[in-house]
């Protein structure tokens, strides 16, 4: 006679929990599982790289500036917190960020089923998912493994973004502002979610007109995070070598991105040019994308973050984790989504091949970089798919909840 036992939501909520530290303190304690992660070109790169981040560290403990040895590419503010932080430390740091990050995602997850609780249902939506679950997901998803033991300092970037959605979704200007504001100060491009913020904020002050506000606010916090590394370095030299060197891809080591196999290829004469237009993807979605989710900011946030994910300069596995997160918020739109089977597969080939790729190109000398560049491709199709497959559901539900009688109908629209 066998006996079943069901565990509850709280408990399987802690099984969850603890597992996810388990296999981050266990995996921690093999250096050289960390060491072989913190090398790969998947998981890290020149700006998010903690190997470059100690030569910056050494420089600066030792009275040079830090950007001297052209090896360190990153913000000054994260000197301080690595050097002073005992090494035995860092990866209790890097797992309380992630348990933290889960805390909040299943925050937001609450308050987004708060807010939307009263709003009409499409006919074939199951129940909602379990804020737990979402945190569940980001703990335990591969990529989030993989970024913390790497140690990539794109954790911090995440962070700073999911703190500034949960704080607008409660409603603190300040904080949030304070958050997208960090999160553009380590990496650039979250800037682009600034607009986004600030919706999610109107959510809890409708009929307020707050966007000056929370652009001063905005303006304010970065302009203090500059004006405090400028104080901690005592030079503006860090300008150039973090953002500069990201908008001018000055390093063309190979990565994930669509950048550098091409700009690889391309005459020197059509350098400028060619930079621009690859920089403007990152941007030239967010107004559409703002003004078409206005309503539903939040999911434009996941959007936004996928397409930056893809055609940023340095992008890595760490950049899809974070907006990865944002999917399971939108339970409801799975039953919509037309490719799921194929993005599942798109995603093991690319993961499994990446490595393999890189390998005979580099150490085995029996490939050449087209081989890893195609399999990067394949990597961005997946991601794109994702979006492309998640947008077309959650318009194809906000459809049939406006005209029940056409679920289920082709629609074109004339």
Same mark, same amino acid.
């Given at each position: 006679?066998?006996?079943?036992?069901?565990?509850?939501?709280?408990?399987?909520?802690?099984?969850?929990?603890?597992?996810?530290?388990?296999?981050?303190?266990?995996?921690?304690?093999?250096?050289?599982? =960390?060491?072989?992660?913190?090398?790969?070109?998947?998981?890290?790169?020149?700006?998010?790289?903690?190997?470059?981040?100690?030569?910056?560290?050494?420089?600066?403990?030792?009275?040079?500036?830090?950007?001297?040895?052209?090896?360190?590419?990153?913000?000054?503010?994260?000197?301080?917190?690595?050097?002073?932080?005992?090494? @035995?430390?860092?990866?209790?740091?890097?797992?309380?960020?992630?348990?933290?990050?889960?805390?909040?995602?299943?925050?937001?997850?609450?308050?987004?089923?708060?807010?939307?609780?009263?709003?009409?249902?499409?006919?074939?939506?199951?129940?909602?998912?379990?804020?737990?679950?979402?945190?569940?997901?980001?703990?335990?998803?591969?990529?989030?493994?993989? =970024?913390?033991?790497?140690?990539? =300092?794109?954790?911090?970037?995440?962070?700073?973004?999911?703190?500034?959605?949960?704080?607008?979704?409660?409603?603190?200007?300040?904080?949030?502002?304070?958050?997208?504001?960090?999160?553009?100060?380590?990496?650039?491009?979250?800037?682009?979610?600034?607009?986004?913020?600030?919706?999610?904020?109107?959510?809890?002050?409708?009929?307020?007109?707050?966007?000056?506000?929370?652009?001063?606010?905005?303006?304010?916090?970065?302009?203090?995070?500059?004006?405090?590394?400028?104080?901690?370095?005592?030079?503006?030299?860090?300008?150039?070598? =973090?953002?500069?060197?990201?908008?001018?891809?000055?390093?063309?080591?190979?990565?994930?991105?669509?950048?550098?196999?091409?700009?690889?290829?391309?005459?020197?004469?059509?350098?400028?040019?060619?930079?621009?237009?690859?920089?403007?993807?990152?941007?030239?979605?967010?107004?559409?994308?703002?003004?078409?989710?206005?309503?539903?900011?939040?999911?434009?946030?996941?959007?936004?973050?996928?397409?930056?994910?893809?055609?940023?300069?340095?992008?890595?596995?760490?950049?899809?984790?974070?907006?990865?997160?944002?999917?399971?918020?939108?339970?409801?739109?799975?039953?919509?989504?037309?490719?799921?089977?194929? @993005?599942?597969?798109?995603?093991?080939?690319?993961?499994?091949?990446?490595?393999?790729?890189?390998?005979?190109?580099?150490?085995?000398?029996?490939?050449?970089?087209?081989?890893?560049?195609?399999?990067?491709?394949?990597?961005?199709?997946?991601?794109?798919?994702?979006?492309?497959?998640?947008?077309?559901?959650?318009?194809?539900?906000?459809?049939?909840?406006?005209?029940?009688?056409?679920?289920?109908?082709?629609?074109?629209?004339?």
């Amino acid at each position: 006679m066998s006996t079943t036992i069901a565990l509850s939501s709280t408990a399987k909520r802690d099984l969850i929990l603890i597992a996810s530290i388990l296999i981050r303190f266990l995996l921690f304690q093999f250096d050289n599982v =960390t060491e072989i992660l913190g090398s790969r070109v998947e998981i890290v790169t020149p700006v998010t790289s903690f190997r470059r981040l100690t030569e910056g560290i050494y420089l600066f403990q030792n009275g040079v500036p830090p950007y001297d040895g052209g090896i360190f590419h990153q913000p000054p503010l994260l000197l301080p917190i690595f050097a002073y932080i005992p090494t @035995i430390l860092t990866p209790i740091l890097y797992t309380c960020l992630d348990l933290v990050f889960a805390y909040l995602i299943q925050e937001i997850t609450r308050i987004k089923q708060q807010l939307y609780k009263d709003c009409p249902r499409s006919d074939g939506d199951e129940g909602e998912i379990e804020p737990w679950v979402v945190a569940g997901c980001y703990l335990l998803n591969p990529l989030t493994i993989a =970024t913390c033991l790497s140690k990539s =300092t794109v954790v911090f970037t995440n962070f700073a973004v999911v703190a500034s959605v949960y704080y607008a979704m409660k409603g603190n200007r300040s904080y949030a502002m304070f958050g997208i504001a960090m999160a553009t100060y380590l990496s650039l491009y979250p800037i682009t979610m600034v607009a986004l913020i600030i919706l999610l904020l109107n959510q809890n002050m409708p009929g307020k007109s707050i966007a000056v506000h929370c652009i001063i606010l905005f303006i304010g916090w970065l302009s203090g995070l500059i004006g405090l590394s400028y104080l901690l370095v005592g030079s503006w030299d860090f300008l150039s070598a =973090t953002y500069g060197f990201i908008l001018l891809l000055s390093d063309l080591a190979p990565n994930i991105g669509l950048f550098w196999y091409f700009f690889i290829e391309m005459f020197d004469q059509f350098r400028n040019f060619f930079l621009v237009v690859f920089q403007l993807h990152t941007l030239i979605f967010a107004a559409p994308l703002t003004i078409k989710f206005r309503d539903h900011p939040l999911f434009a946030v996941f959007v936004l973050g996928g397409i930056t994910a893809v055609f940023k300069s340095y992008p890595s596995i760490g950049d899809a984790s974070l907006y990865i997160a944002f999917l399971p918020i939108y339970s409801e739109i799975v039953n919509y989504m037309r490719y799921s089977f194929l @993005i599942t597969n798109i995603f093991l080939y690319s993961s499994l091949l990446a490595p393999i790729f890189y390998h005979l190109w580099i150490y085995a000398g029996s490939g050449n970089a087209n081989f890893f560049y195609a399999i990067t491709l394949v990597y961005s199709i997946g991601n794109i798919v994702l979006l492309v497959d998640a947008t077309y559901a959650m318009l194809r539900r906000e459809f049939d909840v406006r005209n029940p009688e056409l679920k289920g109908r082709e629609v074109t629209q004339k």
